[in-house]
């Protein structure tokens, strides 16, 4: 009988009141405020950085898509491999170089030849990579460009081939 008493006396010692677990430590406002503002900071910068990645996805695909050819602006596409650093600083080069023209003057694209689409492409143009291939807003090619071109240079031929088949 002594021990029963003894494991009920200690079952109701292990017991305690809710209201002293329901408190819990106090946070003062400025601590709450604190750890709000870093909440705030962590949101904006994911945020942002979740913004540029949805931008930089959309301005790729674009570039890599194909069916622009032809639509009434001449274009400039890129044979390219992304795996080769001649087509990199090819890219880099074209880009630097395609600035100064707006959407409506001339365009830019990839054939990428890892894909079926820019595989296709170049099969159909006899075009390697590192190649640059330049249309009229009709989708007819009219010049092919190859190697590694200075930015400078490959301004003054974009520049001459937008003002010779350009529609305006």
Not at 46 to 69: N, P, Q
Not at 109 to 115: D, L, R, V
Not at 121 to 140: M, R
């Amino acid at each position: 009988m002594k021990r029963s008493k003894r494991v009920q006396k200690t079952k109701s010692k292990k017991k305690t009141p809710a209201a002293a677990v329901a408190q819990g430590p106090e946070i003062s406002r400025r601590d709450m405020l604190g750890k709000l503002k870093r909440i705030g900071i962590g949101v904006a910068v994911v945020g942002g950085g979740g913004f540029f990645a949805v931008r930089s996805v959309k301005a790729s695909m674009y570039e890599h898509d194909l069916t622009r050819i032809g639509k009434g602006v001449p274009m400039v596409v890129q044979i390219h491999d992304p795996q080769c650093p001649s087509c990199l600083a090819l890219q880099r080069n074209v880009r630097k170089a395609m600035r100064g023209f707006g959407d409506d003057e001339l365009q830019y694209a990839i054939a990428n030849i890892t894909e079926p689409k820019g595989r296709s492409l170049a099969l159909d143009h006899d075009a390697q990579h590192i190649t640059l291939l330049l249309f009229d807003g009709d989708g007819n090619r009219q010049s092919v460009l190859t190697g590694i071109i200075d930015s400078a240079v490959l301004e003054q031929r974009f520049s001459a081939h937008a003002k010779q088949y350009s529609g305006k």
